[in-house]
């Protein structure tokens, strides 16, 4: 009973809890002091602009508790854009050019999969790499220009709202995501895997995880994903550009640190995530209402990175020091005392 006890005052006062904690007060404060951050049509706007980075710090919430980062995410989303652009210009029908985008997402998240996990390389090197890489690879497709007038249907469908409420449509994809990610995650032998490799990789695979398939996959679902929110982003701003979503891997990264996953994987929540991206996108919603310049979100969004690398692994430590210093034992009772035996008496013959 009382280790259930200290397990739910664990789970109540660990990093993600604060996190959630944290976005509610912002919330309520926000609310009441920042002009419009309440209304509906600011709710629905906020919305809009979170489901991007919500859908993939999805995959990237997995990547990171294994001990791994993608950094192109944000170029694949761009290039899916670039690409969706030229297939509808060319006259291809949208039916056709959403799985061809999800597809080519998938190949480029395998592209960075095989580099770390078949030839062995750094995952922040390799996805550096590919970040210019895919990028390049979005102007060489579409150029520097914008590719608009996408099906009516689908376009308002993306902006509209779930009937009587100011609730973005595009919610119902992300919620649907959520859920199934967070069972994977934290239900299932998978999820189990992930956390297991991202603390050790070697006690993981003496344990039977393929650890190489594992991760593989997780770059060919991330690619996906991402891909998907290029779709997304393309047909909410009816307007498919090479440069849609620059920069938008810091946001991504910020938000699944500040989540409470560490970046040396092992440990972490994808409710953790969800919350921290929610915080995230409404300091940025009530910043931008405040008239605050670009420049300064990107360095709000700077601070919030170093903040939730650092904070987490400061707590860890102190919570530690406090274990191992802990209340004084009480001694134990004295042995109790034999009286000497009585030394042998020689005898004369």
């Known amino acids: 009973m009382k280790h259930g006890a200290r397990d739910l005052f664990g789970r109540l006062t660990g990093w993600d809890a604060a996190v959630i904690g944290l976005l509610v007060l912002f919330l309520v404060v926000a609310s009441l002091v920042v002009d419009n951050f309440g209304t509906g049509r600011n709710v629905s706007f906020l919305v809009l602009d979170l489901a991007p980075i919500a859908l993939i710090a999805l995959p990237m919430t997995f990547i990171v508790a294994t001990g791994e980062i993608d950094l192109s995410v944000a170029s694949t989303l761009g290039l899916s854009s670039a690409l969706m652009g030229a297939m509808w210009e060319g006259g291809l029908p949208i039916e056709t050019i959403i799985p061809v985008c999800l597809v080519v997402g998938a190949v480029l998240g395998a592209v960075n999969g095989t580099f770390v996990t078949i030839f062995g390389l750094p995952s922040l090197a390799v996805t550096i790499g590919t970040l210019a890489l895919y990028r390049g690879l979005a102007f060489v497709v579409l150029g520097d220009r914008a590719v608009a007038q996408f099906p009516a249907a689908y376009t308002s469908w993306v902006t509209g709202t779930i009937p009587g409420t100011p609730i973005p449509n595009l919610l119902i994809p992300l919620v649907v995501l959520g859920l199934v990610f967070g069972v994977v995650l934290h239900a299932t032998p998978t999820g189990r895997r992930v956390f297991a490799t991202g603390a050790n990789a070697e006690a993981a695979r ?12 997780l770059y060919v679902v991330s690619g996906a994903v991402c891909a998907l929110a290029g779709v997304l982003w393309t047909l909410r701003y009816s307007s498919a550009r090479a440069d849609n979503g620059a920069g938008l891997e810091l946001a991504v990264v910020a938000a699944v640190l500040l989540g409470g996953v560490s970046i ?4 972490g929540t994808l409710w953790g995530v969800l919350a921290g991206v929610a915080l995230l996108a409404s300091l940025q919603n009530a910043l ?6 670009n420049e300064a979100l990107s360095v709000v969004t700077g601070v919030l990175l170093v903040v939730s690398v650092l904070a987490p692994n400061v707590v860890a430590r102190i919570r530690a020091a406090t274990r191992r210093a802990g209340p ?3 001694a134990p009772p004295p042995a109790p005392q034999t009286p000497p035996s009585p030394m042998p008496v020689a005898r004369s013959s």
């Open 288 to 293: 931008r209402l405040a008239d605050v310049t």
């Open 328 to 330: 004084p034992s009480a």
């Open 206 to 217: 003496f344990a039977g995880t393929r650890v190489t398939t594992l991760k593989f996959w």
């Open 264 to 267: 040396f994987g092992g440990t």
